[in-house]
């Protein structure tokens, strides 16, 4: 008996011993319902974290989530990778923060008629390794990446590129299409030096023009790049002499290298995290919305989503609110139509706000009763927490919605072919509703990415009219008219639009850093 | 021995045959098709097609599978299907870093659980026994990314002694991980080497030592531990195979470059070569550990020696 208590009370003790050491002294917040305010500073007086030494500002540390999968601007699609990518290359254009495109390699553009294309680049702008970039090298860069595989799609109105003079090219289109310039801010257009195309290299030393050197990929571990001191942009100088990614796959670690001081920034904070950085002194956060839309398609082709009734229904039926907190703690945006709304013509004339009691008027309209059941696919765990808080609105009112968790490659293959009933996708493209109108919603589309299989003929024209239309105001007209049209015949149910979510060492200014697409420009951060 | 040696050296080809057929059959019928995942979703079908047949997918799967085992016999392992990348040079550049924590842990773990089972052993049925075995249990029960985050708080933040992740900082940069790593081997460890004393201890010849008055340190270090070191040697055997392939949680929470890490992205991206590749690496790895404890068996245990001879 006493060795029996005597077992118990160091079993006890044991216990107690390793509560303490997992403990954390700051206490955990609760996240706020409706969101944390954009750029939050830390607060002052709050509790303090370890932060470690304070950095010399001529390195700047990234944590990342995933490792990047290739230094070919033309062979990767991968957010990420367009972090190292777009800093060793510049392109002709870059997306500000609102994500509409500026001259960064290009000095100048004029349309000669509306399929020429004329763009002067600035002289004197100089290679990694010492050449002059020459209108050449613009030709044969934008050529390679019209003929890759992964990015050639937003090239394929490009018909041939001639050399005007050393400075200058004119790109011939095959048709109007006024979003170009758009297509030249995407990564996968950055200039490179014809003579290293022309070695077919391997991309194990990239040569681009950009802020930044490379220096070193460690597989799984780190990206290590160097201050280009010859960049030609004077004015965009890259304030650090040194900058690495470090790969960090799990959320909590990042946040805990960033508390620790061993980051500068953590990007892709998770959002259960994000107010305890914000909170913590010596750091901030800053939240972008980007342009990557979160949304919920039917497959219009099938019963019941075939009828407009249950359409509009179901629209009301899904709490948004709820599912913004589920999906990422109230930190992303909830959206009411196609894209963000900060895209040309963007309107909510027709909107659906949560409202059960219209939601089982319509489902009762269009014949849907509780002895029927519909099926929602998801993929990862946010689609499946999203797809649980609609199944709770559906019982809420008395009806069945079943969920089917797929895996990823399966989940595209069905969503393409149409075997599936409804499903959740996301999309993020430039800040054009083109991308958005055409490629997801035009009839062309079905069986590729228009995967609601949505026909309407009218918004086709509406659609065809806005991509070659070059007046800004009569293009803006169109699309009020689209983004109406399509939320009048619902083929989804738009949730909500992505954020960015960074944490920073509270030295440094990232507002003009990050733009509308995800892009990050690291020679934008101003150390305060 | 040499001969014994060469024998299992030879017995590994088919084991990785039969383990890399099976693997590939698996990922070939397995949902979602590579080319489509390369091009991303938005890829038209006409160029997911392209791409396929480029790759060879749309050949025989025991064609494609006899083209990668012969590609493998000329040490030709492939390229990544997600960054172009060859597979042997992947592999080459994460495998000595899981080799560094599997080995490290191990050490841990016999460090610390071996004098713990002989403990054990020795004051069995006492408070310190039920300490210890309580200890072991803790261990092994502890969920591994748990374990991690506990010791990155405790090491990294609050005491800031040691980096809360990462390979750059040499050996402080493997303490943390091999330590989270070990104490789930320690348990296992101990229990055996316990297990082991505990029969030893009891043997005829032990007592026999004791009568002719030979100390009891003698007998523990001489004889009884040596003879109970078979069955713990074999279980840390296993255990560094286990972990070279099975770190992929540690490796996530410490952002450690590892074999375990990428070889589950690879499963997840449908990157055929590259999840064939760990595979190889890691069959032969366990071949030649379990063939290194079978050959420290004669070293230790000299009737078992005779056998090979």
Redesign the interface.
């Known amino acids: 008996m006493k ?1 029996f208590k ?2 118990i009370s ?2 006890l003790i ?1 216990v107690m011993v ?1 509560s303490a ?2 403990c ?2 700051t206490p955990a917040e609760e996240p706020q319902e409706n969101g944390a305010p954009a750029d939050t500073p830390a607060a002052e007086g709050g509790e303090a ?2 932060t ?1 030494e304070s950095k010399e500002k001529d390195s700047l540390i990234v944590a990342i989530n995933i ?1 990047i ?2 230094l ?1 601007p033309t ?3 991968q957010v990420l990778s367009s972090f190292v990518t777009e800093s060793i290359y510049d392109t002709l254009y870059i997306p500000d923060v609102d994500g509409n495109p500026i001259p960064q390699i290009a000095e100048s553009h004029e349309y000669i008629t509306d399929t020429q294309l004329q763009i002067k680049i600035h002289e004197g702008i100089k290679f990694h390794d010492g050449s002059e970039m020459k209108a050449e090298d613009v030709q044969a860069s934008l050529l390679r990446a019209q003929a890759s ?2 990015a050639g ?1 937003y090239y394929k109105e490009i018909e041939s590129i001639d050399i005007i003079d050393d400075y200058t090219v004119q790109i011939n289109l095959t048709q109007p299409y006024i979003p170009f310039l758009i297509a030249l801010a995407h990564h996968s257009a950055a200039i490179l030096p014809k003579a290293y195309i022309d070695s077919e290299p391997d991309f194990t030393a990239p040569i681009g023009s950009g802020a930044y050197k490379f220096v070193s990929w ?5 990206v290590v790049m160097e201050r280009n001191d010859d960049y030609f942009d004077k004015d965009n100088m890259s304030p650090f002499g040194e900058v690495t990614f ?5 959320g ?2 990042r946040t ?2 960033l ?2 001081g ?1 980051v500068d920034v953590a990007y892709a904070l998770d959002s259960i995290d994000y107010n305890r950085v914000a909170d913590t002194s010596g750091l901030q956060t800053y939240k972008k919305d980007v342009n990557g839309t979160s949304y919920l398609f039917f497959n219009v082709e099938k019963a019941p989503f075939d009828d407009l009734n249950f359409r509009k229904a179901f629209n009301y039926v899904v709490n948004k609110e709820a599912v913004n907190i589920v999906a990422n703690n109230g930190l992303a945006t909830i959206m009411h139509n196609v894209t963000a709304s900060h895209f040309l013509g963007y309107n909510e004339e027709v909107r659906y706000d949560y409202n059960p009691e219209k939601a089982k008027e319509l489902f009762a309209e269009a014949g849907f009763t509780a002895d029927d059941t519909i099926t929602l696919s998801v993929y990862d765990d946010v689609s499946k927490r999203i797809a649980e808080v609609i199944q709770g609105n559906m019982m809420d009112i008395g009806l069945n919605m079943d969920i089917e968790i ?5 989940y ?2 069905n969503t ?1 072919n149409g075997n599936f009933e409804m499903a959740i ?1 996301g999309w993020n493209q430039a800040s054009d509703p083109d991308r958005y109108f055409s ?1 997801l919603l035009h009839s062309s589309q079905i ?3 228009n995967r609601a299989r949505y026909s309407n003929p009218e918004l086709d024209k509406l659609i065809d009219a806005g991509r070659i239309e070059g007046d800004l105001a009569k293009r803006e007209e169109i699309y009020h008219e689209a983004y109406k049209m399509v939320m009048e015949d619902a083929p989804w149910v738009p949730l909500y639009i992505r954020s960015n979510l960074v944490g920073a060492t509270d030295d440094l200014d990232l507002s003009k850093a990050i733009s509308a697409e995800g892009s990050f420009y690291f020679n934008f951060i101003d150390v305060k | 021995m040499y001969k014994y040696i060469g024998k299992r050296l030879i017995g590994i080809i088919p084991v990785l045959i039969g383990i890399t057929f099976l693997v590939f059959m698996i990922m070939s019928f ?4 590579p080319a ?10 006409e ?1 997911v097609a ?2 396929r047949e480029e790759m060879g997918l749309n050949d025989n799967v025991l064609v494609q599978y006899g083209r990668f085992l012969l590609n493998l016999i000329q040490g030709d392992m492939g390229t990544s299907y ?4 060859p597979v042997f ?2 592999i080459a ?2 495998f000595p870093n899981t080799v560094k924590i599997a080995v490290v842990a191990i050490l841990f773990g016999g460090l610390i659980s071996i004098p713990l089972g002989v403990i054990s052993a020795i004051k069995q049925n ?2 310190i026994d ?2 210890i075995m ?2 072991t249990l ?1 261990a092994v029960s502890m969920p591994a990314f748990w374990l991690a ?2 010791l ?3 090491f ?3 005491l ?1 002694w040691l ?6 900082d040499g050996l402080k940069s493997l303490i943390l991980p091999s330590l989270s790593l070990g104490l789930a081997a320690m348990a296992a460890i101990a229990r055996t080497m316990r297990s082991s004393m505990l029969e030893v201890i009891r043997q005829d010849y032990i007592r026999t030592a004791k009568a002719k008055g030979v100390s009891k340190g003698v007998v523990i270090r001489k004889h009884a531990m040596r003879n109970a070191m078979i069955p713990t040697v074999t279980v840390m055997g296993l255990y560094i195979g286990i972990l070279m392939g099975g770190a992929v949680l540690t490796e ?4 450690w ?2 074999l375990g ?2 070889m589950v ?1 690879s499963i ?1 991206a ?1 990157d055929t070569p590259v999840t064939l590749g760990c595979i190889v690496v890691f069959a032969l790895s366990f071949s030649i550990v379990n063939l290194v404890v079978d050959v420290l068996y004669a070293y230790i245990d000299p009737r078992i020696k005779a056998q090979y001879v």
Do not use: C, Y
């Open positions: 060795k005597l077992l160091m079993m044991f390793f050491v997992g954390s002294s974290a370890t470690g490792d999968e290739s070919d062979a990767h699609l595989k992964k799609k460690t597989s799984g571990d780190s470090r790969v960090i796959p799990e909590t670690s805990i290298a508390e620790a061993e797929v895996e990823w490659g399966k595209i293959e393409g996708l490629q069986d590729g990415q | 397995s949902p979602g098709d489509q995942l390369i091009l991303g979703d938005s890829a038209t079908p160029l392209e791409l997600k960054n172009g990348k040079e992947e550049s994460r006492t408070a039920g300490t309580m200890i803790f985050m506990l990155i708080i405790q990294s933040i609050k800031g980096p809360t992740g990462g390979a750059r996530t929470v410490f952002a470059p590892g890490r990428l992205e997840v449908k």
